[in-house]
């Protein structure tokens, strides 16, 4: 079993939608929780950083993670073309340290 | 403020010859992390620097090695490269803290033929 789980879609939505993203994870250890945003031919950019269980909002993104469940969320509202990316979560803490250990991605289409 | 910095950004090298890669942390980011991102394995975490000391290393071979240099830019070095190795390469810099935010480059991506 990975350490990481994320559905790898391809998702794909009309303009507009409501966009959920999910990753689940083993390792209770982890602490601090990320959501990055790749572009093809780029690198990560962070959308989202939450510690501990908890929602945090940012404009039209909000992350969730509920740590008793070992379970992280991203929702996209109103989601636009240039919302299309690889969506990755990432998490962080106890023995992995500072290494960020990443699902493999979820692929998101936005179609206007 | 300028972000974090890679060169070059693209590498077309043969088997078992060896690599260098380059990167630019942003200004006052003290610790660099290097990743390895593949279709098939995703993002993996190679090793991290901070203070010119490896603080943190990845499930990689010896023949992936890295130096973290006084004003904090670092290199990592392939050597003995393998078809395997043909990748994005990507470095994030941080201030070092725990739980904190770790800011990619745009990468380097590695042929190997």
């Known amino acids: 079993q990975k350490e990481v789980e994320q559905d790898p879609g391809p998702l794909s939505v009309p303009e507009g939608a409501i966009v959920s993203l999910n990753c689940t994870y083993s390792?209770?250890?982890?602490?601090?929780f990320m959501w990055y945003r790749q572009y093809s031919r780029k690198g990560p950019e962070l959308l989202m950083y939450?510690?501990?269980?908890g929602n945090k909002e940012d404009g039209r993104f909000t992350a969730q993670v509920d740590k008793s469940s070992k379970y992280i969320s991203l929702f996209i509202r109103d989601s636009q073309p240039s919302d299309s990316a690889t969506y990755l979560c990432a998490m962080s803490g106890g023995q992995a340290g500072t290494a960020l250990i990443f699902g493999k991605g979820t692929t998101l289409s936005v179609s206007s | 403020k300028a972000g974090v910095t890679q060169t070059p950004r693209y590498l077309i090298k043969t088997r078992g010859q060896q690599v260098t890669l380059s990167c630019s942390p942003i200004s006052g980011h003290r610790s660099v992390s290097w990743y390895q991102q593949t279709p098939g394995q995703g993002l993996q975490f190679l090793f991290e620097?901070?203070?010119?000391?490896?603080?943190n290393k990845g499930n990689f071979p010896g023949r992936f090695s890295g130096r973290q240099f006084s004003n904090s830019r670092s290199e990592m070095n392939v050597s003995t490269l393998e078809l395997g190795d043909s990748a994005l390469y990507l470095c994030?810099?941080?201030?070092?803290?725990?739980?904190?935010?770790?800011?990619f480059g745009p990468g380097t991506r590695l042929t190997v033929l």
């Open positions: 390792n209770s250890a982890f602490q601090y």
């Open positions: 939450t510690y501990s269980s």
């Open positions: 994030a810099s941080s201030m070092a803290l725990a739980g904190d935010t770790q800011y």
């Open positions: 620097y901070f203070s010119e000391t490896q603080r």
